[in-house]
């Protein structure tokens, strides 16, 4: 049957790919952008089932308007893909406050903006799909990530606590965790470096810059396969909690699983036996 789509991030990349493969599966598409008219370009023109609309998800009225948009237009929403987002690259020391904040405004709190504007509308149907774009750094902490790791753990407690809330109303949400796609997530529109320099990184901030640069374009996964795969999760009826995307992610996860195991089996000694004499 087809769904009504409402896109995040929908003028270039992942988020061009899902809106483009949800409109030839037949789906009604609200893609959203800062600027809907690169949106609207990158989809190829106008189209009978596209609604393209101006959304900055870190402006939470916004977000409220674009939902409004799109209940105006196809009378519902089924699928929210939360699907923007940029990178803030760096270490933790050469990372500005204001760019850690920034990073987690988008990434973290941008989400949230726009879950909490579709929300009402899924609530009434008492039905919907909340897809997030996670990442493999929102579940394994790396080097240069310090801000983006911080900000994608929190969108992972974010959905996996949401769903309990929403499930009841017939709402199921799914977090999504990409290993290394050949999106635009690196390109200069997307990525920001530290603009702070400290000399005892300079050397290391230099190697590590030059090598995330040298990624961009390269990355093993294809987009519009993994845009494809996503149509097929939010059909399901009950959709995973997690969907681990890419062969390097699935490898990663499975041993941050199995790290996790260790960490529990290595704390039980110390860890066991904390409770009040009292306690029951």
Not at 66 to 90: P, S, T
Not at 222 to 249: I, M, Q, S, T
Request: with cysteine; charged share 20%.
């Amino acid at each position: 049957m087809s769904k009504v789509f409402f896109i995040t991030g929908a003028g270039r990349g992942l988020g061009a790919d899902i809106a483009r493969q949800a409109l030839a599966a037949g789906h009604q598409v609200v893609a959203t952008g800062r600027r809907p008219e690169r949106v609207l370009e990158a989809l190829g023109g106008e189209h009978h089932n596209l609604l393209t609309t101006a959304l900055d998800i870190t402006d939470s009225q916004a977000a409220q308007s674009a939902a409004q948009a799109a209940v105006a237009r196809f009378g519902r929403i089924d699928v929210l893909i939360n699907n923007a987002a940029n990178f803030y690259a760096g270490f933790f020391e050469e990372v500005s406050e204001r760019q850690v904040r920034a990073q987690i405004e988008t990434n973290l709190f941008g989400p949230m903006n726009v879950t909490r504007a579709v929300l009402p509308v899924m609530r009434a149907q008492r039905s919907g799909r909340i897809v997030t774009v996670s990442s493999l750094a929102g579940v394994v902490g790396v080097d240069f990530c310090v801000a983006y790791s911080a900000a994608k753990f929190g969108v992972e407690g974010f959905m996996e606590s949401l769903h309990h809330d929403v499930e009841p109303f017939g709402i199921h949400t799914t977090i999504v965790e990409p290993g290394f796609f050949r999106t635009e997530l690196l390109v200069d529109a997307s990525t920001t470096y530290a603009e702070l320099c400290i000399e005892d990184y300079a050397e290391r901030t230099a190697a590590t810059r030059k090598q995330w640069e040298s990624m961009n374009g390269r990355q093993a996964g294809d987009p519009v396969k993994l845009a494809d795969a996503l149509l097929e999760v939010a059909d399901l009826d009950r959709p995973p909690l997690r969907f681990v995307a890419g062969d390097d992610c699935l490898q990663a996860v499975e041993a941050k699983a199995k790290e996790l195991l260790t960490q529990v089996a290595d704390s039980r000694e110390l860890g066991s036996g904390l409770a009040h004499t009292d306690a029951a």
